[in-house]
């Protein structure tokens, strides 16, 4: 039996139904009805300073909740969070973008309406560039059926979706449709086989397999399966740095983060030693593999836009399963192989540290990750370098606590960074905008208010989108905000030094007083630094600020290795 | 005799031949060796928090100069632009937007790009909604035509264009091209003259014709041909909110702004009561006319797009040479009219009070605008409101200073304040973006810092971009920035109410904390505000930042007046 209801309480409730909590987002007169009727709904609305701050948090939401949500109004928002949107696109957020519109019925004026562009689809047209599935609910007959469609797509290709919203359709009546039926391909089953076969002979032919794991992991939760696959092999694992801490990073398995040649160089001769390399759910960027091409010879790509065996393409295989079946194929072949220690003996080795009855075997090569740093001792007058940043705060991070970095040093030091249990790492690796980091803290936290966020971002980064820590205030959040203040873009110093590359200075840590709340600290040294971290520890009722001088020319060894590589290109 | 030169430094001579001396941006990888390019030119390089604060600047400055540029880098950089760049397409602003892009030769890689979306064709994509020409300078022999091709058309249309420069292009040698020689049509002259004799026919047959002046007559540069139009005919004028101050406000002939019902009263009844309103380079928007609808049947319509008389359209009529030769053959009939003062009985009229020969008998109805307003006088411990915030204005602004609206009652409230004698309006009135006064202010101020520019912005909209103000330390800056602080987006409050309408309070007034220079001040009262705006005018060596406390649900006339009829539409 079909069942009246209005578009917008057929939208509310989809939102609901594929986890969406909160919205995030700001009112203006094409979408403020909308507003209004979510404020009716459980969905809180979450205000932020801007727009694309909106768009962060949301994206930020979608990585932590496997969905997120924001609403905004035509053009002038709408067009605000185009880039923000892009990045989710990029990386693979899935985040469902509701845009406010101008009504149906006034469509046909002779005079142009506000926030108008080109013409009436000039926002829908550039959303098609940045989303995997649009619609306009223009006609109530279709709305609910284009609204299961979107949020669906949203859900399958975990990336940004956009809906039109005309404002005088809000209240519009319509029928709730009859539940689907899903089609299931028997086809499908033969090429799975076909591809799951070839995969696994090419396994167990190799000597030195090596996994690369990519965030899809997490975005299509196959953190099981991918664990059943590390116990069950025995095989040592990478990620890039968009993938980082997909599963623990104590995980006595885990290599390091691999950047091609920006990395850490014992992780770089494993994998290019390896004579099979598994890269499950990686999207494939220059940023994380350091524009190194892999040999395609020798690798297994499952993805889950793309699958592919050496040379050779197969479609529609599922990631889940294929990481599901080739844990259970791969069993009883890798007992084997770790009885026998076959091909492990050109490195050199340690006996696993977290010993379980089926790892005592396992011989796993010592890096930088999983080896134990040398004890941090805080030189009080020295000043502070973003090297030492990064070793002090491996021993700072508390289990748990979600670690958000933004572009820049930021990111590419914290590679080095050990993501501790159940805590989640969060960066914009491929896409690198600047200015992320603070509102998509607001993003992560709005939900869990508990897990008290580190958040680490440059200078430049946080004059484009700091001022969201306003929203910390509005909404009691307490995160710890390390601003690595170096003057200036310090990555492009290294690429072509200039004027341009240069910043105003701010008083980060005086934002308190901007806002009416938090702990402000500015840190010259590692003495000074130690103060701070204690003090930010004791200020569990605010955010805290800790702005850190750095000189304008220091490195991480990361972005070292990284400018020295990009320079060639750029220069 | 052709000439080899780069590609790089063909650009930067269009752009200096086109005007450009300032360009507005940021870097990054994809583009910083244009920047580098740039800071060996004499165009000067002005770098913003974020790249919106670029663009807002840059449209600014085209406002102001007749053109403006912007350089940004790829995704990151230009997808940050668009709303900003919609915003100057619809408003006419001409914009020339370079984006850094992979080199032609990284095309063909088998990993992602950073910063790539969909395809490396996206952005190109989405700014073809918000542009009206574009070009990729991706081959060195078209690259120089390409670029002529779209600086003419930023400069005819005066509207946005989109350059895109792939980073291994930037030295690339080329040709500089022959000379273009121009084509005349014979066809024009005999529209244009058939055009002409219609319009001059139904304006001497009208017996209270009346001028609609808009902001295409400052974008065209017509204000000479504009003015001897007001001094042959004595023809009464108004302009919409977007054409504010196109010419000087304290002209005799001006009645104020027409903002349909929106707006003074006595200058709808004149329009109302008119049989022949001359539309002159108005854009006809929502926001403008406050969804009036003008009766065609009683206008001639002239802008650079479109040129209709009552309900039939020309094509091709030049707006300038329209306005010139309407003031010539208008000339004799209207000093005949002026004698007799014919159709003019009916309403209540005053002498021109700058009286010149030729306007002594000019007759002109008294309104708001033209009529001397009683003697604003503070009461010290009167909480400020915004109606006595813009009476206070109109006896404080030097003349010579620009005025810089925001969006909201800042917009709205400004639409009754007298610019004073060679000082110009802006305000972003139709597209209506907010945070769009502190970015455009560096955009007004950078080339002629002597000329202190005095800034309206909201509370909500400064936390959008109002960071930028750190521009004005930057770059020694002065302007005095006003915050009409009502904790809230108060024209949405009139719209539908809710939660999402309020604002977290921020200490607008210590931001000079943050950047390290600047006075800032707070005010509650009448008294307080008279003390403030003492200090600011013999502030002149910083930035100065008054922050007015304000009812949340205060509200100047015509904010009124507006929220009470969209509020139809909306709610």
Redesign the interface.
């Known amino acids: 039996m079909t069942r009246e209801t209005t578009i917008s309480e057929y939208l509310i409730q989809g939102l609901q139904k594929a986890g969406v909590d909160h919205i995030f987002g700001?009112?203006?007169?094409y979408v403020?009805?909308f507003?209004?009727e979510?404020?009716k709904s459980s969905i809180e609305?979450i205000?932020t300073?801007?727009e694309?701050g909106a768009a962060f948090a949301a994206d930020a939401y979608s990585r932590v909740h496997g969905i997120g949500a924001l609403c905004v109004t035509f053009?002038?928002g709408g067009?605000?969070t185009?880039?923000a949107v892009?990045?989710a696109?990029?990386e693979k957020a899935p985040l469902i973008v509701i845009s406010g519109a101008p009504?149906v019925c006034?469509r046909n004026?002779?005079?142009?309406?506000?926030?108008?562009?080109?013409d009436l689809n000039?926002?829908l047209?550039?959303f098609k560039?940045?989303t995997v599935a649009q619609c306009v609910l223009d006609d109530p007959q279709s709305a609910p059926y284009e609204i299961d469609r979107v949020i669906a797509a949203c859900l399958k290709h975990k990336r940004p979706v956009y809906i039109e919203f005309p404002?005088d359709m809000i209240h519009s009546k319509c029928l709730i449709p009859p539940p689907k039926t899903e089609i299931i391909s028997s086809k499908s089953n033969e090429i799975f086989n076909e591809a799951l076969k070839e995969a696994v002979e090419m396994i167990k032919a190799a000597k030195k397999p090596v996994i690369l794991a990519g965030v899809e992991i997490r975005r299509y939760h196959v953190e099981n399966e991918f664990l059943k696959l590390l116990e069950n092999t025995g095989f040592p694992y990478v990620t890039n740095v968009l993938g980082k801490s997909v599963i623990c990073e104590s995980h006595p398995q885990y290599l390091g983060v691999y950047m091609g040649k920006m990395g850490d160089p014992e992780v770089i001769k494993y994998i290019e030693e390896s004579d099979c390399t598994i890269i499950l759910g990686a999207?494939?960027?220059?940023?994380d593999?350091g524009?190194t091409?892999f040999n395609?010879s020798k690798t297994i790509y499952a993805s889950s836009d793309e699958f592919c065996i050496k040379h050779h393409y197969f479609k529609d295989i599922d990631l889940g399963e294929f990481i599901y079946r080739l844990a259970q194929e791969l069993k009883a072949d890798c007992e084997q192989r770790l009885k026998g220690q076959l091909g492990c003996s050109e490195t050199q080795f340690i006996a696993s540290n977290q010993a379980s009855e089926k790892k005592e075997n396992l011989l796993i090569p010592k890096t930088a990750n999983n080896s134990k740093d040398a004890e941090y001792i805080a030189q009080s007058e020295t000043p502070m370098t973003i090297k030492r940043f990064f070793k002090r705060l491996n021993s700072f991070i508390p289990e748990g606590s979600p670690i958000i970095c933004d572009v820049g040093d930021c990111l590419f030091g914290s590679a080095t960074l050990k993501i501790p249990k159940d805590s989640v790492y969060l960066g914009p690796a491929?896409?690198?905008?600047?200015?992320y980091a603070i509102p998509a803290t607001l993003g992560v936290m709005i939900k869990n208010p508990e897990l008290r966020s580190l958040v680490i971002v440059g200078d430049g980064a946080f004059?484009?989108?700091?001022?969201e820590l306003?929203?910390f205030?509005?909404y009691n959040l307490n995160p710890i905000i390390f601003v690595l203040n170096n003057k200036g873009?310090t990555?492009?110093r290294y690429?072509?030094d200039?004027?341009?590359?240069?910043?105003?200075?701010?008083?980060?840590h005086?934002?308190p007083?901007?806002?009416?709340s938090g702990l402000g600290i500015e840190v010259k040294t590692e003495g000074e630094f130690e103060e701070a971290l204690q003090k930010a520890e004791n200020n569990t009722e605010s955010f805290t600020i800790i702005n850190i001088h750095l000189d304008k020319y220091d490195k991480s060894d990361t972005l070292y290795r990284l400018t020295s590589m990009?320079g060639k290109?750029?220069?």
């Open positions: 700001i009112p203006g007169d403020i009805k507003f209004s979510l404020e609305t205000g300073c801007s694309q053009s002038v067009l605000n185009v880039n892009a990045g696109y990029a009504g006034e004026t002779d005079y142009l309406l506000h926030h108008s562009v080109k000039s926002q047209n550039i560039e940045v404002r999207l494939m960027t220059d940023t593999t524009t091409q395609i491929f896409y690198t905008s600047m200015g004059q484009m989108t700091g001022p306003s929203c205030v509005k873009y990555t492009q690429l072509k200039g004027n341009y590359n240069d910043i105003h200075n701010w008083n980060y005086l934002f007083q901007i806002v009416g990009l290109n750029v220069v």
